[in-house]
């Protein structure tokens, strides 16, 4: 039988064609209408039949297709063999991003030794003693402001984990301003890999949306690094775009190519909308995915504009919010434990601190918001999961409801899909499909 996680589309430009696209395993096949009725009708043959359910097209029981998405998350956090947390070393920031997301509680306060020492304490002892790998998110403000308690905590843990024969590893979430080759160089032998770094636009928009503390422009120094080290490390760049800019975003990209980086050697690029202040409730239609068509436009036409220069972009992927996940946490710079960097606004969201551990949030998260017959019948579920929690706690001050996605995937999907068909070779499967 045909797979609920699963959308047809019909070829606009191929006419007695359509398009299948599993929204869990993420594959697509262009065929023939006639296949359809050849699966209705029992008809397939032997090679089709294995080329579709490897694509999980079919699925041989959908009971039980439906029973392993409601066990899957379960089944995800059971057999974790990763540990990751997101690290807050400093809420102190070189910038002053007008729209800062943090702005109701950024400030000059960084993790002391105490805090750093009580986190690699328990690191070492709760995941690397148990075998498992660590993989840190260092975030701030600006985690590169706290450059010395960063390579304490990294060089410690990347010694533990040596010793101990699991893999260490980090990432940064930094503005790029002190992205340096020599500071990428000195980090990269304690487990650096990559980093997400930010560019909002060309010169004109960047600057404006993120000026340095003194007000002075930020767009020369970054793409300065950037150049200086996407051939060290794996740099994914990405924008916040509003409606009013977004249609000059790619002019960042043309500058980013005059500067000679091969874009090829970039990580995915993704542009996303700028979000109202953490801890505060917008009320309304606040936030951009549930509220509004130009938001769908957007994403369409940004990835197309970034697609068409050679840069490379997120597929559409399997994935839910990262507050299921158990083995996923942000240690705050004080020791206070979160599931997600956007609920530190809301300190009655801290799941826990270092010294006590992490208490119950399954009530207070709403962890399994996703387990209705209306989402687990729905065959966007596997992109979806329910949403983001942080955009009912927005707009209701509470996560009482899924960030359904519906439409907005109703709109989209299937011009991304199409987009990604048109950028990247298709590949023979069998007779029939292609
Ligand atoms: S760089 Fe990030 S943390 Fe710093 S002001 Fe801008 S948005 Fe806020
Ligand atoms: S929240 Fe909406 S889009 Fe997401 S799985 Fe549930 S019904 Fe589908």
């Known amino acids: 039988m045909l797979s609920r996680y699963l959308k047809i589309y019909p070829c606009g430009d191929r006419p ?68 990751y947390a997101t690290v807050v070393l400093t809420l102190d920031c070189n910038l002053a991003c007008p729209y800062c997301f943090e702005d109701n509680f950024r400030g000059r306060h960084t993790m002391s030794e105490a805090v750093a020492e009580l986190m690699v304490q328990k690191i070492k002892r709760e995941e690397i003693g148990e075998g498992r790998d660590v993989n840190l998110r260092f975030y701030g403000g600006e985690p590169l402001l706290a450059l010395p308690r960063l390579k304490e905590i990294a060089g410690r843990l990347n010694t533990a984990a040596l010793l101990a024969g699991t893999k260490f590893s980090f990432t940064l979430v930094t503005n790029a301003t002190l992205l340096t080759r020599r500071v990428v160089q000195a980090l990269i032998p304690l487990g650096l890999t990559g980093a997400q770094i930010t560019l909002d636009g060309p010169p004109e928009i960047h600057d404006r949306q993120r000026p340095y503390v003194s007000g002075a422009g930020s767009f020369g120094t970054i793409v300065e690094n950037i150049s200086a080290v996407y051939d060290l490390i794996s740099l994914k760049p990405g924008g916040n775009f509003t409606k009013e800019n977004y249609r000059t975003f790619p002019g960042m990209l043309d500058e980013l190519l005059a500067t000679g980086i091969d874009p090829s050697k970039l990580g995915p690029i993704q542009f996303a909308p700028i979000l109202p202040k953490s801890g505060v409730r917008c009320g309304g239609d606040c936030h951009p995915i549930c509220g509004s ?43 206070s434990l979160y599931k997600c960097p956007t609920f530190m606004g809301w300190p009655e969201l801290a799941v826990g601190n270092l010294a006590d551990g992490v208490g119950d949030y399954h009530l207070s998260h709403k962890l399994d918001l996703w387990q209705s017959d209306e989402c687990l019948e729905c065959a966007y579920l596997p992109l979806c999961f329910g949403g983001c929690r942080l955009l009912p706690l927005l707009e209701h001050g509470v996560i009482d409801r899924v960030d359904c996605r519906r439409e907005f995937y109703d709109n989209v999907l299937e011009k991304l899909i199409l987009q990604d068909i048109r950028y990247r070779p298709t590949v023979a499967v069998s007779g029939g499909i292609s």
Not at 32 to 55: F, K
Not at 311 to 317: A, Q, R, S
């Open 293 to 335: 068509e130009w938001y769908g436009e957007a994403i369409l036409f940004l990835r197309e504009e970034t697609l068409r220069r050679g840069f490379g972009v997120e597929k559409p992927t399997m994935g839910g919010c990262m507050v299921e996940m158990t083995n996923n946490l942000v240690v705050n710079y004080d020791g």
């Open 16 to 83: 007695g064609s359509i398009l299948l696209y599993s929204t869990k395993k993420g594959s697509v096949i262009r065929a023939s209408s006639l296949l359809l009725d050849a699966i209705r009708d029992d008809a397939l043959t032997e090679a089709d039949r294995n080329a579709l359910s490897r694509m999980e097209i079919l699925t041989d029981d959908p009971v039980a297709e439906r029973e392993t998405m409601a066990r899957l998350v379960d089944r995800t956090n059971a057999n974790a063999g990763v540990f």
